[in-house]
């Protein structure tokens, strides 16, 4: 009888601390974080190039649209929102003759501790690789495979509205 008190005591233990285990997809619900000092929250979905043009895109202001030459400018360009699995990410471009000088993640998830656990440690690597090949053509980041795919899609997007190839 002592035996079976203490095995059915244990697997309700168990039990118990397997249904109050929090998951990864608990707490995703869609919460952004805004991580470029003075941005004002989730940006729209297009893409923006501010900035001075000598190619044959837009000029400075608002969405670009038209042309495909490179520009050889000087601006910055934010790409449209890349709705991932885990949450939205966005990511800004710095131009300034013709190349991209700086990238920088405006929204990456973050619902719970384990997504900034993740983007803390896979940003600065897309980042480094986005400015090494001057392209969205980047590696993924091993363990960060959903922030790399939304990551690659927003910078792309940003590239084409700086009208860069």
Excluded: C
């Amino acid at each position: 009888m002592r035996r079976i008190t203490i095995w059915l005591l244990s697997t309700v233990a168990a039990l118990v601390l397997l249904f109050s285990y929090k998951t990864s997809t608990m707490g995703a619900g869609g919460e952004t974080s805004a991580i470029a000092s003075g941005s004002d929250g989730p940006a729209g979905s297009g893409s923006s190039w501010t900035g001075t043009d000598d190619g044959s895109g837009s000029s400075s202001g608002g969405t670009s649209s038209g042309g495909s030459g490179t520009s050889s400018g000087s601006g910055t360009a934010t790409g449209s929102v890349a709705q991932t699995r885990w949450g939205p990410v966005q990511v800004r471009i710095t131009v300034s003759g013709g190349k991209i000088t700086d990238v920088t993640a405006v929204q990456v998830p973050d619902g719970n501790h384990r997504d900034q656990e993740i983007n803390d440690y896979a940003v600065p690597i897309l980042r480094q690789a986005a400015l090494a090949a001057q392209s969205a053509q980047i590696d993924t980041v091993s363990g960060a495979t959903v922030t790399s795919d939304g990551y690659r899609e927003s910078l792309q997007s940003a590239i084409d509205a700086a009208h860069l190839k």
